[in-house]
């Protein structure tokens, strides 16, 4: 029997937040109430969940080039794309034409999209790239793609929150990369070089 994603994402996490209190200086708790609708909070998938719930315990940049975003956080970023979306369809019917949300949420999870779409949930952004859990159908649902103006969404990048976070703890505590980034510990604050 396999353990949920939710549950399996628990050990890297406390890995995360073992070395991160060990290591850094202690982190500052930003209060972002989670002032969101029950429509929202019922699109989260219950892994995700469970890092909404650790990341008071993580500094600024705890990923490369990211910030993690609170659940209040997250849902303004996604509303964002979708109102940057929805603008740039009104505004631009050869847009609207070529680019259909409908056809985009249809292909199944991983697969690269033009738009953000609204099975996009954020859990991590910063300067208009958007990590995000593909909420999508298919054998890659809850994998990680990033999305951002200039790029759009490629596809996966990570199989799961629960393979992101693994990654990332293997790094800290060994030293060695993450997405390309090596991890370095100065003054006790967390800085990442290409």
Known sequence: MTDSPARALTAPLTRVQNWV?????????????????????????????VLFNHVDHFPPRLLPDHDLLTLSGAHRVWTMWLE????????????AAAYDPATFSAEPAGSPSELFLPEFIP????????????TRPGDRSGCIGEYSATGASEGEL???LTHLFTTLADSLESGTPFAG???????ATLHWHR
Do not use: C, K, M
Not at 21 to 48: F, N, Q, Y
Not at 84 to 95: F, K, S, T
């Open 181 to 187: 980034h090596h991890p370095t510990v100065t003054e």
């Open 84 to 95: 940057i979306i929805d603008d740039q369809r009104n505004r631009i019917p050869e847009y």
């Open 158 to 160: 990570w199989p799961s």
């Open 123 to 134: 859990f991590a952004d910063l300067d208009g790239s958007t990590l995000f859990l593909d």
């Open 21 to 49: 209190e060990s290591t850094l200086a202690p982190v500052a708790t930003d209060d972002d109430p989670a002032d969101v609708s029950h429509g929202w909070w019922e699109r989260i998938p219950a892994d995700l969940a």
